[in-house]
């Protein structure tokens, strides 16, 4: 695990204009063979939840999980991982509403866009829907943070609006929050109600 981290940081700083030679050593010691293109941290969280709830075990596979810090970096790492860099097979979640962003991004760096499955809005709303409002509303309240999300409910700009939405919203509130509840939402669902993307995901691994 933590070799497999060493070699998501050195894809890091080579992604933002640093050497590649440290990731590509890492790659062929540590028999790297996939990356997984997430677009942040609490996506990160919530795939490798998955993998251990399955029992899996992603670095000892040979799949990397790299958080790219957002979606408009996915052709810069699918040049640096895909067949123009490393030469590795490349998969991944992304947005809807990044979908076309994606593809060009990809189809640039001549990556099959097959391994890549689209969450409705985002894998948060996709946690949302699976295990249903209520269900998060009692793992906000385990987490002790309920006080804080009927705060948030007061605000004008939430009034009206679907508890789905709300919910969504109240994750992003917080630095970190996402990151945590990323992983507390896999681990609290129905393992015959995963979502599709994040359940294909795993998969197709």
């Not at 609490?42 to 998955?50: G, I, K, R, W």
């Not at 970096?73 to 490349?90: E, F, M, Q």
């Not at 508890?163 to 929050?177: A, P, S």
Request: proline share 6%.
């Amino acid at each position: 695990m933590a070799e497999m981290r060493a070699f998501r940081d050195a894809v890091g700083v080579w992604a933002t204009g640093g050497p590649g030679g440290p990731a590509a050593d890492l790659a062929v010691r540590l028999g790297v063979r996939t990356a997984v293109l997430l677009e942040g941290l609490s996506d990160l969280a919530a795939v490798e939840a998955l993998a251990a709830r399955r029992g899996r075990d992603l670095g000892a596979e040979g799949v990397c999980v790299v958080p790219m810090g957002g979606a408009m970096s996915i052709g810069r790492y699918a040049g640096l991982l895909g067949p123009p860099g490393l030469g590795l097979r490349l998969a991944g979640l992304c947005d809807e509403g990044e979908r076309g962003f994606y593809e060009r991004g990809l189809e640039r760096a001549r990556v099959p866009y097959q391994g890549f499955y689209v969450c409705v809005t985002d894998l948060e709303d996709e946690l949302i829907r699976a295990l249903g409002p209520a269900a998060v509303e009692e793992i906000i309240r385990a987490e002790g943070d309920f006080r804080a999300w009927r705060t948030f409910l007061r605000q004008p700009a939430q009034h009206g609006q679907p508890r789905q939405r709300q919910l969504r919203r109240f994750l992003g509130t917080k630095r970190g929050r996402k990151i945590r509840y990323g992983r507390l939402l896999v681990q609290a669902l129905d393992p015959e109600h995963v979502p599709s993307p994040l359940d294909d995901l795993l998969t197709n691994l």
